[in-house]
Nanobody
């Protein structure tokens, strides 16, 4: 089992920044990818950014150039730095870990961007 604990959500004005953190614990060996998804009101959950165990990253087109995903292997933590936030970024953000074709999820962090 993998446990994921998120922190760092909140309320910010448009143009502002937030950083989300996701600390992984448990049987974390062989996690192949970690990432962030989000689900806005009335919308399906979508991938925001992902990072492989080798450090390769990918981003949704809507956040490219504004968001950055990174990981600290010593702390078993993944971060999502979000800059130039827009009201349409408002959503619940979920940390995800993929291990042996099984998805693990954090509890979700609310990010609200006011205009």
């Amino acid at each position: 089992q993998v446990q994921l604990v998120e922190s760092g959500g909140g309320l910010v004005q448009a143009g502002g920044s937030l950083r989300l953190s996701c600390a992984a614990s448990g049987n974390i060996a062989s996690i192949t990818m970690m990432g962030w998804y989000r689900q806005g009101p009335g919308k399906p959950r979508e991938l925001v950014a992902g990072i492989t165990s080798g450090g390769r990253t990918n981003y949704a087109d809507s956040v490219k150039g504004r968001f950055a995903i990174s990981r600290d292997n010593a702390k078993n933590t993944v971060y999502l730095q979000m800059n130039s936030l827009k009201p349409e970024d408002t959503a619940v953000y979920y940390c995800n870990a993929l291990k042996s074709w099984t998805d693990y999820w954090g509890q979700g962090s609310q990010v609200t961007v006011s205009s």
